[in-house]
Every structure is written in structure tokens, then in C-alpha cells.
């Protein structure tokens, strides 16, 4: 069946805009979760779903990152007033349990200039 | 924060060559998984052990898991350029957060056809 799909796959953005990151999660998975990978470093957590409710949003950097998942299925992580420390590759998985394995999509690479 | 560290950074061999990178991390866990990152792609999940497993086959690989060491080896053998890309070793802390993976920072493997 299809995996993961995250688009856009590249994203450029001026500092001080806002962008939008679109996570699609193989269907029927409960559990929702989004990840930022700075260059040359592990994945780091940022955000939980568990159907639309968001149960853990600890790993958020700041306040300008929102991430929601109104119908339980698709999830948007947005990033307001981009500074360049944003600049990163946000990575969404999905799986069917919080305690499953995590099934990552590809990611979007964001580039703030 | 990173939990686990692997070892080495990188690691460069030729086709046919055993390869092992290993990890170490910092708190007790419930599982311990290895994912695969080629360039430009997610993550993809290579196997999972549990803290009361000590040794886990799939193919070509072999996961090793020490507690009271607080490490795990990923051995692949009969390498093959294919086999191209960074590995991260990934822990979920037991306890109430056990959903939050945590990631090494990766050791990039270059297998020279």
C-alpha cells in the first residue's frame, strides 16, 4: 500500500514567512508524529498525534511552530515568521499504535533565506 | 536532545565487507531500532529489539542489545553498494513517553563497489 507522502518535497522561503507543511500518513494509522532533521544530525522530536487530538507538543522549538491534524488523518505543520535557524528537513511518520513502528515519509526540505 | 550516539561517524568499505556501527545511549529504554536514511529519502525502519532480547536477525543484518551497557551493535554483512547511506539507531525511553523516539546522529556508511 502507498507509504507516507509529505509535500511539498523542497520549500524556500524568505525569512519572515510562513509556511505550510503537508503530511499525508498511511491510512489507518492512529498515531502521527513530526520530526526536524538539521544537516548532519539525527531526526528530533517535535510533535505527537494520536487521532486529531495532539497529546505531546513538547519538542516544538518555539511558538511559531503549529502543527494540527483537524479529521484525524492529515496533518499540517506550520511554521510562522521563518528565521533561518528553521532551515531543516521536517519529517512525518505515521503508525498504527503510539508503541508501533514508525513509518517516515520523505520529508520536506525547508531552506529559509 | 540526542539520546544515542553512534560509532563510528563514518565508515567506508568495499562491496563484499562486513560492516558494523554501533550505539550507545543514556536511559532505560523499551526498544531499540535501526532505521536507514539514503540520500534525499526518509527514514526506512531495518529492525527492532526489545530491552529483554539480546540478539536479533533479518537478513543480512544482526542487531546486538547490551542493557547493562547500554549499547547495541547493527552488523551487515556481505555488503553491497546499495547498502549506501547513513544508519541511525533510535531508542523510546520506558515510561510514560515511550511513542518519542530519539535518534543518534547517524554513521554514514559508503560501501565502493
Known amino acids: 500500500g502507498a507509504g507516507v507522502s509529505q509535500s511539498p518535497r523542497y520549500k524556500v522561503a524568505k525569512r519572515g514567512q510562513d509556511v505550510a507543511l503537508r503530511c499525508d500518513p498511511i491510512?489507518?494509522?492512529?498515531?502521527l508524529f513530526w520530526y526536524q532533521q538539521a544537516l548532519g544530525q539525527g531526526p528530533e522530536f517535535l510533535t505527537y498525534f494520536q487521532n486529531e487530538a495532539q497529546l505531546d507538543k513538547s519538542g516544538l522549538p518555539s511558538d511559531r511552530f503549529f502543527a494540527e491534524r483537524p479529521e484525524g488523518s492529515v496533518s499540517t505543520l506550520k511554521i510562522q515568521r521563518t528565521q533561518q535557524e528553521d532551515s531543516a528537513v521536517y519529517l512525518c511518520a505515521s503508525s498504527q499504535g503510539a508503541k508501533d513502528t514508525q513509518y517516515f515519509g520523505p520529508g520536506t526540505r525547508l531552506t529559509v533565506l | 536532545s540526542q539520546q544515542g550516539e553512534e560509532d563510528p561517524q563514518a565508515l567506508s568499505i568495499q562491496e563484499g565487507e562486513n560492516a558494523t556501527m554501533n550505539c550507545s545511549y543514556k536511559?532505560?529504554?523499551?526498544?531499540l531500532q535501526w532505521y536507514r536514511q539514503n540520500s534525499g529519502r526518509g527514514l526506512v525502519h531495518l529492525i527492532l529489539i526489545r530491552s529483554n532480547e539480546r540478539e536479533k536477525h533479518s537478513g543480512r543484518l544482526r542487531v546486538t542489545l547490551d542493557t547493562s551497557k547500554k549499547s547495541s551493535s547493527l552488523l551487515i554483512t556481505a555488503s553491497r553498494a546499495a547498502d549506501t547511506a547513513s544508519y541511525f539507531c533510535a531508542t523510546d525511553p520506558s515510561g510514560g513517553s515511550n511513542y518519542k523516539l530519539t535518534f543518534g546522529k547517524g554513521t554514514l556508511l559508503t560501501v565502493n563497489p
Open positions: 536511559t532505560s529504554i523499551n526498544n
Open positions: 491510512s489507518g494509522h492512529v498515531s
